[in-house]
T-cell receptor, first 113, second 112 residues
């Protein structure tokens, strides 16, 4: 599975949009981009995933560039409860590695009042 | 649905003792995984399974055994606990398609 690169930390003002970038320049055609977050001491929580189209759900939006080499997770109105470590993960499906979900270091998002 | 249930939530072991961390899911998920997370660190994959009777090693499998005799359960066994295995252990499951994984609340293990 392709590796990802994320900034180690970011700040965001409460009520503003949080835009978390992720680079995955070696992504291949059958690999999806997944986002998870981990709030302090809790188990990780799935947020959203996409292949090549932009995706939106009740938690966030995922914007994937046309060449698929990078993506951005958008939390439209960040709250203090969104303070967490956010992980961008590339995962291939339909391969021998389908069952493996490998976490990197993630981005620590601090939402400030 | 209870989701992914991990037991126990806390455990203290002496070096050399053995124990089994339990993980059960009631979502009929095919894929299950075990992770460990050391203080201030990211999650590392220990073992995973893509269905009953099928298991494979992750990033840090040494010192741990797993089996998957049913779809619902995926126990993690420590045969001879070492202080280096002090960590928080998370179990996760997924339907096996492109859906995301659901994680349990973790087991906090201390080996003294």
């Amino acid at each position: 599975d392709a590796k990802t690169t994320q900034p180690p930390s970011m700040d965001c003002a409460e009520g503003r949009a949080a835009n978390l970038p992720c680079n995955h320049s070696t992504i291949s055609g059958n690999e999806y981009v997944y986002w998870y977050r981990q709030i302090h001491s809790q188990g990780p929580q799935y947020i959203i995933h996409g292949l090549k189209n932009n995706e939106t759900n009740e938690m966030a939006s995922l914007i994937i560039t046309e060449d698929r080499k990078s993506s951005t997770l958008i939390l439209p109105h960040a709250t203090l409860r969104d303070t967490a470590v956010y992980y961008c993960i590339v995962r291939g499906l339909g391969s021998s590695n389908t069952g493996k979900l490998i976490f990197g270091q993630g981005t620590t998002l601090q939402v400030k009042p | 649905n209870a989701g992914v249930t991990q037991t126990p939530k806390f455990q203290v072991l002496k070096t050399g003792q053995s124990m089994t961390l339990q993980c059960a899911q009631d979502m009929n998920h095919e894929y299950m995984s075990w992770y460990r997370q050391d203080p201030g660190m990211g999650l590392r994959l220990i073992h995973y399974s893509v269905g009953a009777g099928i298991t494979d090693q992750g990033e840090v499998p040494n010192g741990y055994n797993v089996s998957r005799s049913t779809t619902e359960d995926f126990p993690l066994r420590l045969l001879s606990a070492a202080p280096s295995q002090t960590s928080v252990y998370f179990c996760a499951s997924s339907s096996g398609t492109k859906d995301g994984y659901t994680f349990g609340s973790g087991t906090r293990l201390t080996v003294v």
